[in-house]
């Protein structure tokens, strides 16, 4: 199975992540909701343009490709 991450980060669990709303997830940023790789004031995670990146949440965020 091939899959890809998108650059914002949710949760999953959180008010906004149950009603479809991710990008504004609560939990995962603690300045202000949403968080992304590499974005300033968008939560401590790095850039995920890397041959190998650290996804917190991974089995919430992940796109799967294919059947
Ligand atoms: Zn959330």
Known sequence: MKVVLPFNIACGYCF????GYTQACLTTNPDSPSAAYGY???GPYQGGQAEFVLVPSADFNYL???V
């Open 16 to 19: 906004n992540c149950h009603r």
């Open 40 to 42: 300033a004031g968008m």
């Open 64 to 66: 799967k490709l294919g």
